[in-house]
């Protein structure tokens, strides 16, 4: 037995080599005043697991408690919430002290005892219940054709008697997806098999269909012609349109700007004339003022990944992405010919967003959008521009390499991030140039947000 105590590296080693109970072990530890050995991550994960292999056993469990309420034709909202609930259980407390790995009888019980605090059990008979994946993928199939028939008939016909449509039929490309989130939160997309008339009801009972129209699709009943669907169509065709170009467009100097109808010339000279002599007249040399990047305090794996970004949005469509960029190279190009008026800038901007205003073919494929001669290196500049200042920016596979080359030692060049904020208002405009990310400054003031990699193969013939 001494020989084992001086051999084990830790108490868990311990324990097992000697072939002890776990929870007796843990009660010993405790009584001693020590920390017992618990792993309530492990725990925490197998629960997960398990909980993922009975899933549709807990959602059938559900969904039997909520038919016959969704039947009688009323909305079941706690069915929705509790079908997300079960998913975040927690392990029991006591599992700590007693198990290294816990049972999966041990975990049905937990799982069964939190069906029984909702009245369901895994256990009863289900009711008539169609196979959960096949009865959504035919509701989905239901719902995307009653929306595509219904949609332009429902907009025609409040057109028509000046009603005020219900807001779910207003933006056409959503029709399918937003009418089968309402039937979600109502648990009726999982429990029924939407037939159209069953569609009509539901439509009726979450106030999704027009006050006064009749339940039907048919013209006739509804007093509208051919004519006054063809201009629906028209009409819902000009929206949509009028919403992608919303969602391209970028606000420059007041104004919305669809970069498929922009006038470059005149937005040129608009950005030269209305920016800050605080860009223009800011040195080539002189770095962002930056707090540095706080060291993790010790070396676990969560520490090492990095800080968490804040939650993305949808991303924005590449149109509106490539005019903010543009506008961002606008920023740097002028504060590039302000500042180094005996260098050519114009050769110096190597992207391809250059040839409007240069005239010159640029290369996107090289990593940095300018390269200029600064205090006996050659300074490749990457610009990163935003409408706002979300103090944080991405960098692509080309950009990466290019920084990763410049941070060799005795490369010649140095690599640095133009960060240009704001650039919708160019009165509102900074500059602040950012070191190179790959390089040892850039590690010491920059931190990351997340990490994507994009992994190569070769498939052996």
């Known amino acids: 037995?001494?020989?084992?105590?001086?051999?084990?590296?830790?108490?868990?080693?311990?324990?097992?080599?000697?072939?002890?109970?776990?929870?007796?072990?843990?009660?010993?530890?405790?009584?001693?005043?020590?920390?017992?050995?618990?792993?309530?991550?492990?725990?925490?994960?197998?629960?997960?697991?398990?909980?993922?292999?009975?899933?549709?056993?807990?959602?059938?469990?559900?969904?039997?408690?909520?038919?016959?309420?969704?039947?009688?034709?009323?909305?079941?909202?706690?069915?929705?919430?509790?079908?997300?609930?079960?998913?975040?259980?927690?392990?029991?407390?006591?599992?700590?002290l007693r198990y290294h790995e816990v049972p999966r009888d041990i975990m049905a019980e937990r799982v069964d005892q939190w069906l029984a605090q909702h009245a369901a059990t895994r256990k009863s008979k289900k009711p008539n219940l169609v196979p959960l994946d096949a009865l959504r993928r035919a509701n989905a199939d239901a719902v995307r054709k009653f929306t595509r028939e219904a949609g332009p008939v429902i907009r025609a016909w409040c057109l028509k008697h000046e009603v005020t449509r219900p807001a779910l039929w207003d933006e056409v490309d959503k029709w399918a997806d937003s009418l089968r989130a309402r039937l979600d939160e109502a648990g009726v997309f999982d429990c029924l098999e939407l037939s159209e008339t069953l569609l009509f009801i539901w439509c009726q009972t979450l106030g999704v269909w027009p006050e006064r129209m009749r339940a039907t699709l048919d013209r006739g009943q509804l007093e509208l012609s051919?004519?006054?669907?063809?201009?629906?169509?028209?009409?819902?065709?000009?929206?949509?349109?009028?919403?992608?170009?919303?969602?391209?467009?970028?606000?420059?100097?007041?104004?919305?700007?669809?970069?498929?109808?922009a006038d470059w010339s005149a937005i040129a000279s608009e950005l030269a004339d209305e920016l800050p002599k605080s860009?223009?007249?800011?040195?080539?040399?002189?770095?962002?003022?930056?707090?540095?990047?706080?060291?993790?305090?010790?070396?676990?794996?969560?520490?090492?990944?990095?800080?968490?970004?804040?939650?993305?949005?949808?991303?924005?469509?590449?149109?509106?992405?490539?005019?903010?960029?543009?506008?961002?190279?606008?920023?740097?190009?002028?504060?590039?010919?302000?500042?180094?008026?005996?260098?050519?800038?114009?050769?110096?901007?190597?992207?391809?967003?250059?040839?409007?205003?240069?005239?010159?073919?640029?290369?996107?494929?090289?990593?940095y959008d300018f390269t200029?001669?600064?205090?006996?290196?050659?300074?490749?500049?990457?610009?990163?521009?935003?409408?706002?200042?979300?103090?944080?920016?991405?960098?692509?596979?080309?950009?990466?390499?290019?920084?990763?080359?410049?941070?060799?030692?005795?490369?010649?060049?140095r690599y640095a991030i133009a960060y240009v904020s704001n650039v919708g208002e160019p009165s509102l405009t900074r500059v602040e140039m950012l070191p190179n990310p790959m390089s040892e400054e850039g590690e010491a003031l920059l931190c990351i947000l997340g990490e994507g990699i994009r992994y190569g193969f070769s498939p052996r013939r």
């Open 279 to 367: 860009v223009l007249e800011s040195p080539v040399g002189s770095p962002a003022d930056l707090v540095p990047r706080a060291q993790p305090k010790t070396r676990d794996r969560k520490s090492q990944r990095g800080s968490k970004a804040p939650p993305a949005g949808r991303r924005a469509p590449s149109d509106k992405t490539d005019m903010i960029g543009k506008l961002g190279e606008l920023v740097v190009y002028n504060w590039l010919k302000n500042r180094l008026p005996k260098q050519n800038i114009d050769a110096a901007w190597v992207s391809e967003n250059s040839e409007p205003f240069t005239g010159r073919k640029g290369d996107d494929g090289l990593g």
């Open 1 to 96: 037995m001494l020989e084992v105590c001086k051999g084990a590296l830790t108490t868990g080693e311990l324990r097992d080599r000697l072939g002890l109970d776990f929870e007796a072990f843990n009660r010993s530890l405790l009584a001693a005043g020590e920390s017992p050995d618990t792993y309530p991550e492990l725990h925490a994960s197998l629960l997960t697991n398990y909980i993922h292999d009975i899933e549709i056993e807990i959602v059938d469990a559900l969904r039997a408690v909520f038919y016959p309420v969704i039947k009688k034709g009323k909305a079941a909202e706690e069915y929705a919430q509790l079908r997300e609930e079960f998913r975040s259980l927690s392990p029991d407390p006591a599992w700590e």
């Open 372 to 413: 200029v001669s600064f205090r006996s290196q050659a300074l490749l500049i990457e610009v990163k521009a935003s409408l706002s200042d979300p103090r944080m920016f991405e960098m692509g596979e080309s950009e990466v390499r290019a920084a990763k080359a410049a941070a060799r030692p005795r490369s010649g060049q």
């Open 226 to 261: 051919d004519d006054d669907l063809d201009a629906e169509r028209s009409r819902e065709k000009e929206e949509a349109e009028a919403r992608r170009r919303e969602a391209r467009s970028v606000p420059f100097n007041g104004r919305s700007v669809d970069p498929e109808t």
